[in-house]
């Protein structure tokens, strides 16, 4: 309970310092099916407007030859992470610290940038990192991706550090972008390129590839051997 009432305190406090308005929620204490008990995670409902529906950007991949750019700032927090939930059946430790004035200066990106018709898709940072959410891009635009990594994969790929958001750009747009993260003070960095049939991964300690169609056939496949289980 205590874990409970601190989630939605550190909500609160988000809400409040963002501007959103909390339109719903919901939250089971004890519904369980045998000895497995749900965790008492808050479900939040929100709301937020869109002033030119035209400006709405999806996460798929539209084209190839886009720029991948990473903006915010990456650290190795894998605690509470998809990584360690997947791999090591752990949910445990100290999760990626929220920066409330970090979410907001991103935001102030995300928005300007769509706004003005500088990004083409983008897709936030959170469950299972960089990985995730660029297989999820790959696999909504039919289109591979690859990632040049110049620092440690690891983290790279998995870290769930809060405030982070994957963008792609078209080259023209590239620079424009790039400025606008460094006026609003937000980390950025160019991470690959879209385009092919695979997910793609060059970094110094490891390269390796998968074809798209071999993602999605896993990605298809979750539900049903959940169910057949």
Do not use: I, N
């Given at each position: 309970m205590w874990q409970f009432s601190e989630a939605?305190?550190?909500l609160a406090d988000a809400c409040l310092t963002?501007?959103?308005?909390?339109t719903g929620g919901n939250v089971s204490f004890y519904n369980q099916t045998g000895e497995t008990a749900i965790l008492p995670t808050?479900?939040?409902g929100v709301l937020g407007v869109i002033n030119d529906v035209h400006t709405h950007l999806s996460h798929g991949l539209p084209a190839d030859d886009l720029t991948l750019i990473v903006l915010g700032e990456t650290k190795?927090?894998?605690d509470g992470s998809e990584w360690a939930?997947?791999?090591h059946a752990h949910l445990g430790g100290q999760p990626p610290q929220p920066d409330l004035e970090a979410e907001r200066q991103l935001a102030e990106v995300l928005i300007s940038a769509?706004?003005?018709g500088m990004v083409s898709a983008a897709h936030d940072l959170s469950d299972g990192g960089l990985?995730?959410?660029?297989?999820?891009?790959?696999?909504?635009?039919n289109r591979g991706a690859t990632l040049n990594l110049s620092g440690d994969a690891f983290t790279g790929l998995w870290s769930e550090s809060v405030a982070r958001a994957?963008?792609?750009?078209?080259?023209e747009q590239s620079a424009a972008l790039l400025a606008l993260a460094q006026q609003h003070g937000v980390p950025a960095a160019v991470m690959g390129t879209s385009g092919g049939t695979s997910f793609v991964v060059n970094a110094p300690d490891v390269t390796f590839s998968i074809a798209v169609d071999t993602l999605r056939e896993a990605h298809m496949a979750t539900l049903p051997a959940l169910f057949d289980h």
């Open positions: 939605v305190t550190g963002l501007g959103v308005p909390v808050p479900v939040v190795a927090e894998f939930h997947v791999v769509a706004t003005e990985a995730q959410a660029v297989v999820e891009m790959c696999l909504r635009g994957v963008v792609a750009v078209t080259s």
